[in-house]
């Protein structure tokens, strides 16, 4: 089974949810995740002759901002959430 791709349309229906004045970042490496600045889009033809459409990073060496998110990653599914461990009181020194 092919999985399906996101058409320009369904990226141009997500994004007028959005702040029109909000920066745009790519969200990388599902491993390490890192946050990074969007630079350009290109059209190209691709290996069937259609149109595909990529989002270029940028190549300034400020383009990779640090790690994403939890709450992104976690929304993207790469990794589980996560909760702070509760707090448990604290044992009093022993005396010898």
Do not use: K
């Amino acid at each position: 089974m092919v999985p399906s791709e996101m058409t320009v349309g369904d990226l141009i229906d997500r994004l007028s949810a959005c702040d029109r004045a909000a920066p745009v970042r790519l969200a990388m490496n599902p491993f390490f995740p890192m946050s990074h600045r969007v630079a350009d889009v290109f059209e190209a033809r691709g290996e069937l002759g259609r149109s595909v459409v990529y989002l270029a990073e940028s190549r300034d060496p400020e383009g990779q901002l640090g790690v994403l998110p939890p709450e992104v990653a976690v929304a993207l599914a790469w990794q589980a959430p996560t909760e702070t461990p509760p707090r448990r009181p604290r044992r009093a020194a022993r005396r010898r």
